[in-house]
């Protein structure tokens, strides 16, 4: 059997990264994990994600990945550095992908971040920036309210506007603001309220498109892309309720091709 790219969330915002990574490279198999059930991890401390992030790798290991995509960034923030000491496979995180982004968008240099209160507290993104570009100016907004309302399957509607409007209030004093990033991988799925509420001349930015093309380009460097015409399913795990689960990644994979094959639960601790 072909290798697969292992990608892992806390539930199913991790999937906005899948769907970006099936469009950019259509022969790799893939092996989601959403820890749907210990979602959200934004409120957790630093041990737990790691302890709960270190649980889908393993079971990850056990498939025989040849690379792991750290599709949420709340894992990504707490645990990356030791992955990559620890794992002798390419790990990728979205951080820095939603940090060169959200650069090569900004055209005054002042970039707002929203994210999970974790994500937010790690202050990885402004360290991503400015690691890039010192004198960038960064605005941080933790939006805690937002992931636990996609993972119901609130992805749109009055509710999900009224929700969205409230979290986002403090940003739109921030004039100068040209660019937005969604710092947390559930946000995608509310992209249209969220552009709505921010206005127009705001750019809003999600790292998936990005965090697709570093894979790409580290399969490429390892030489370890998917050669074989044929591809094994794809497979999608989660630790939570099943049928909530595939409602919610047919609502995200309505409008593509790509058929969601195999749908388990995972037995991770
Ligand atoms: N999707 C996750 C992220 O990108 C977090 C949601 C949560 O579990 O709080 O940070």
New binding site residues.
């Given amino acids: 059997m072909e290798q697969a790219i292992g990608v892992i969330?806390?539930?199913v915002?991790?999937l906005t990264v899948v769907h970006e990574l099936m469009r950019q490279l259509p022969k790799e198999p893939l092996i989601y994990v959403g820890d749907t059930a210990r979602?959200?991890?934004?409120?957790r401390t630093e041990e737990e994600v790691k302890q709960y992030t270190w649980e889908m790798v393993r079971f990850l290991l056990k498939k025989n990945i040849k690379m792991l995509v750290i599709?949420?960034?709340?894992?990504?923030?707490f645990t990356i550095k030791d992955l990559k000491e620890k794992l002798d496979i390419p790990v990728i995180g979205?951080i820095k992908p939603g940090a060169r982004a959200a650069i090569k968008s900004t055209e005054n240099n002042h970039v707002g971040i929203i994210?999970?209160e974790?994500?937010i507290r790690s202050g990885a993104y402004r360290h991503a920036l400015r690691k890039i570009k010192p004198d960038i100016e960064v605005i941080s907004l933790a939006c805690?309210s937002l992931?636990?309302m996609v993972e119901k399957g609130i992805l749109d509607g009055p509710e999900a506007r009224q929700v969205v409007e409230t979290a986002l209030t403090p940003l739109l004093e921030h004039d100068a603001m040209d660019t937005l990033i969604l710092?947390?991988?559930?946000?995608p799925l509310l992209k249209k309220t969220i552009q709505e509420v921010m206005g127009e001349k705001i750019t809003v930015i999600s790292s998936s498109e990005e965090t697709a093309r570093e894979t790409s380009t580290t399969l490429d460097i390892h030489q370890n892309f998917n050669y074989n015409d044929s591809i094994p399913p794809h497979q999608f795990y989660t630790t939570g309720d099943l049928e909530k689960f595939i409602e919610i990644t047919q609502k995200i994979f309505r409008d593509s091709n790509f058929e969601m094959l195999t749908i388990k639960h995972a037995d991770l601790t």
Avoid: I, L, M, R
Wanted: aromatic fraction near 6%; include cysteine; charge should be negative.
């Fill in positions: 969330d806390s539930g915002g991790g979602c959200p991890y934004g409120p599709a949420c960034n709340t894992a990504t923030a979205v994210g999970t974790g994500t805690p992931a636990p710092g947390c991988t559930h946000y």
